[in-house]
């Protein structure tokens, strides 16, 4: 068999992988944290389909959780034994956020439509896409007669989008995956499926609380303004932090760390009434070249300069405090397997980047597994009315075939 071969057996599946995904996606299966009853359903309609589509090991490891239905919550492991021992992932999940405002919608978020080559529809790109394709790219092998060059793992989690408690870190603690493993983890993407992420910033969320004096707004001299100081606070801060923590990575968009103020709270119903309490938070992304606590150190520093000179309590606390994974290298084995598979399918130079955000490759790094984070994807997870291209259905299924192949499927 060769490269033509097996991606011709995918594309002549375009239409069943079409109409698995559609079926997955009118199985609602979101979290009960966000109102939902989780998985279950969606991992009997997946686990049935994987048997239908010839996969004689499908495993069901499931996770306690008494705020469901059936009170527990499943994680399917599809497994395909290669010619080499090493262990080959591909991670996605099955749960989905909720659908939002439904008047944004054009279409029934869990009734998929399929409108001008796109499949509209909640969890479409986010993570339904990629699990789907993943699946087909694999079943690919099985139809041509074509053995992995690895033992390959699909695996569908559960509880991604409420943080993975009963989804990647069950599996990690029951020690399905182990140091030396490579997985790919489609969490993140651009359109043109090029793009390799390979590591990460830090992230901090922090609340900020002032707290001053509230008097009468004809005596301001009275009081302790928690807004004004609070404003000053919050502009000072970040200056400082943007001087001092300034090195680039051209891994990176935007290439630097970055300091935001973000939310804001109320602190009072009138105009007329100076602030005792002001409330507002910063999101932090951060270069893996520093560290949390040093960003913090600065940020306190500053507090501390403004308590001593106005009067005022400034408490910071973190919301979200989550220190850089670390990165997989650009010349580490999956990435060069993913990456001969891209230019083989897409025609392009695939290329690593760095990213702001936090992804499900983070667990797997920090227990030494190299992943890398790659999809083919419009960019539209969690809005109104998502999509996913059926074109990129289709090729991001022949690149994992590729990739599960190996050296096992010849050249043209």
Same mark, same amino acid.
């Given at each position: 068999?060769?490269?033509?071969?097996?991606?011709?057996?995918?594309?002549?599946?375009?239409?069943?992988?079409?109409?698995?995904?559609?079926?997955?996606?009118?199985?609602?299966?979101?979290?009960?944290?966000?109102?939902?009853?989780?998985?279950?359903?969606?991992?009997?309609?997946?686990?049935?389909?994987?048997?239908?589509?010839?996969?004689?090991?499908?495993?069901?490891?499931?996770?306690?959780?008494?705020?469901?239905?059936?009170?527990?919550?499943?994680?399917?492991?599809?497994?395909?034994?290669?010619?080499?021992?090493?262990?080959?992932?591909?991670?996605?999940?099955?749960?989905?956020?909720?659908?939002?405002?439904?008047?944004?919608?054009?279409?029934?978020?869990?009734?998929?439509?399929?409108?001008?080559?796109?499949?509209?529809?909640?969890?479409?790109?986010?993570?339904?896409?990629?699990?789907?394709?993943?699946?087909?790219?694999?079943?690919?092998?099985?139809?041509?007669?074509?053995?992995?060059?690895?033992?390959?793992?699909?695996?569908?989690?559960?509880?991604?989008?409420?943080?993975?408690?009963?989804?990647?870190?069950?599996?990690?603690?029951?020690?399905?995956?182990? !140091?030396? &493993?490579?997985? %790919?983890?489609?969490?993140?993407?651009?359109? =043109? #499926?090029?793009?390799? *992420?390979?590591?990460? @910033?830090?992230?901090?969320?922090?609340?900020?609380?002032?707290?001053?004096?509230?008097?009468?707004?004809?005596?301001?001299?009275?009081?302790?303004?928690?807004?004004?100081?609070?404003?000053?606070?919050?502009?000072?801060?970040?200056?400082?932090?943007?001087?001092?923590?300034?090195?680039?990575?051209?891994?990176?968009?935007?290439?630097?760390?970055?300091?935001?103020?973000?939310?804001?709270?109320?602190?009072?119903?009138?105009?007329?009434?100076?602030?005792?309490?002001?409330?507002?938070?910063?999101?932090?992304?951060?270069?893996?070249?520093? !560290?949390? &606590?040093?960003? %913090?150190?600065?940020?306190?520093?500053?507090? =501390? #300069?403004?308590?001593? *000179?106005?009067?005022? @309590?400034?408490?910071?606390?973190?919301?979200?405090?989550?220190?850089?994974?670390?990165?997989?290298?650009?010349?580490?084995?999956?990435?060069?397997?993913?990456?001969?598979?891209?230019?083989?399918?897409?025609?392009?130079?695939?290329?690593?980047?760095?990213?702001?955000?936090?992804?499900?490759?983070?667990?797997?790094?920090?227990?030494?597994?190299?992943?890398?984070?790659?999809?083919?994807?419009?960019?539209?997870?969690?809005?109104?009315?998502?999509?996913?291209?059926?074109?990129?259905?289709?090729?991001?299924?022949?690149?994992?075939?590729?990739?599960?192949?190996?050296?096992?499927?010849?050249?043209?």
């Amino acid at each position: 068999m060769n490269v033509t071969g097996l991606r011709k057996s995918v594309q002549e599946d375009k239409d069943e992988m079409v109409e698995s995904l559609c079926s997955m996606l009118r199985i609602k299966a979101v979290g009960p944290e966000n109102g939902g009853q989780g998985e279950a359903e969606r991992g009997k309609f997946l686990f049935a389909l994987a048997k239908r589509l010839g996969f004689a090991s499908v495993e069901v490891i499931e996770s306690r959780d008494p705020t469901v239905p059936t009170g527990r919550r499943p994680n399917l492991i599809i497994r395909v034994k290669g010619t080499t021992p090493r262990n080959l992932w591909v991670v996605t999940h099955m749960d989905t956020v909720p659908e939002g405002d439904l008047s944004a919608w054009k279409t029934l978020p869990f009734d998929p439509k399929i409108v001008d080559g796109r499949i509209y529809g909640r969890g479409s790109e986010d993570n339904g896409q990629e699990l789907i394709a993943s699946l087909y790219g694999l079943r690919a092998l099985i139809e041509t007669g074509v053995t992995p060059e690895c033992n390959v793992g699909l695996v569908f989690v559960s509880d991604e989008e409420h943080g993975n408690t009963h989804g990647i870190d069950i599996l990690l603690k029951k020690e399905i995956f182990k !140091k030396g &493993d490579f997985a %790919v983890v489609p969490d993140h993407g651009q359109p =043109d #499926g090029g793009a390799i *992420s390979i590591v990460e @910033k830090s992230i901090a969320w922090i609340d900020v609380e002032v707290v001053g004096r509230q008097t009468h707004g004809s005596t301001p001299d009275s009081g302790i303004n928690a807004f004004e100081v609070g404003s000053r606070f919050m502009l000072e801060g970040v200056e400082r932090l943007r001087k001092r923590f300034d090195t680039s990575d051209l891994l990176f968009e935007p290439p630097r760390s970055t300091f935001s103020p973000t939310k804001c709270f109320a602190n009072g119903p009138n105009v007329n009434t100076i602030p005792g309490r002001h409330q507002f938070a910063f999101d932090f992304r951060v270069l893996p070249s520093y !560290k949390l &606590d040093e960003v %913090v150190g600065v940020l306190r520093e500053t507090a =501390d #300069g403004f308590e001593k *000179s106005t009067g005022a @309590k400034i408490t910071l606390t973190f919301l979200q405090k989550a220190e850089a994974a670390p990165g997989t290298s650009p010349e580490s084995e999956i990435v060069k397997r993913l990456s001969d598979a891209i230019r083989k399918v897409r025609g392009i130079e695939p290329h690593p980047i760095g990213i702001g955000g936090g992804t499900c490759a983070a667990p797997f790094r920090r227990h030494g597994i190299e992943a890398a984070v790659w999809s083919s994807i419009p960019e539209t997870a969690h809005d109104a009315n998502e999509f996913s291209n059926i074109s990129d259905l289709v090729t991001d299924a022949q690149v994992y075939a590729l990739l599960f192949a190996g050296k096992n499927v010849s050249q043209d």
